[in-house]
């Protein structure tokens, strides 16, 4: 069990700029959440997918944003014509079943 | 809006001290879950407590589940200074609610003083 990664760890971009975000869940794990944290919020849930199965959006969750997790493994969150407003950390976290929940360090985003 | 709300927003102790952390909620839930954040990093695990438990331990944490009231209590016993951090609860709505996500609140902010 080597935990959930992220990758990059930091990423600065400039409006407007596409980025990508990777996310390698713990091994057998069914489940891959994605969420986004400001300072002082809590977690805000953006998608989940179970398996290969996008089965959940939040209406976060813009038309610039989409996620995809083809084989069932890693997963992808694009974002896309980034604006100042999407700086923020990104999270991911992974399950099996609906078991504990175990997260990802992040990605924090600065959007200049 | 939010599932989770916790109580307090922020909690000043000393070193040594016990921590009460509580977490209310809305709508019925499959389970509920604590995590600890130190400024600027990730969610770390603490405890899953599921809607037919009413309490469960793991070293110095203790959590409660009160289903009725729709309530969980997060205890840390004998607080070190390493224990400064954010806590969140976690509310995983039950399979009723057709929505499967985690609802964090936007937890309590724990100092403890040395």
């Known amino acids: 069990d080597t935990g959930v990664s992220q990758n990059p760890r930091h990423k600065i971009t400039k409006r407007g700029q596409n980025v990508t975000f990777r996310c390698d869940p713990i091994?057998?794990?069914?489940?891959l959440y994605w969420y986004r944290q400001t300072l002082g919020q809590g977690p805000e849930f953006l998608t989940y997918?179970?398996?290969?199965?996008?089965?959940?959006k939040s209406r976060l969750l813009s038309d610039r944003f989409s996620a995809e997790r083809p084989k069932g493994s890693f997963s992808t969150l694009e974002i896309q014509r980034t604006e100042q407003g999407d700086s923020a950390m990104y999270l991911c976290?992974?399950?099996?079943?609906?078991?504990?929940?175990?997260f990802g360090p992040g990605t924090r985003l600065t959007v200049t | 809006s939010q599932q989770g709300e916790e109580d307090p927003q922020a909690l000043s102790i000393q070193e040594g001290e016990n921590a009460t952390m509580n977490c209310s909620y809305k709508?019925?839930?499959?389970?509920l879950q604590w995590y600890r954040q130190n400024s600027g990093r990730g969610l770390v695990h603490l405890i899953l407590?599921?809607?037919?438990?009413r309490e469960k331990h793991s070293g110095r944490l203790r959590v409660t589940l009160d289903t009725s009231k729709k309530s969980s209590s997060l205890l840390i016993t004998a607080s070190r200074a390493a224990d400064t951090a954010s806590y969140f609860c976690?509310?995983?709505?039950?399979?009723?609610?057709?929505?499967?996500?985690?609802?964090f609140g936007k937890g309590t902010k724990l100092t403890v003083n040395p």
């Open positions: 976690a509310t995983d709505l039950s399979l009723q609610g057709g929505s499967e996500k985690l609802v």
């Open positions: 091994s057998e794990h069914n489940r």
């Open positions: 997918f179970q398996n290969e199965a996008q089965l959940e």
């Open positions: 709508t019925s839930i499959n389970n």
């Open positions: 976290a992974s399950s099996k079943d609906r078991g504990n929940t175990y």
């Open positions: 407590i599921r809607s037919n438990e």
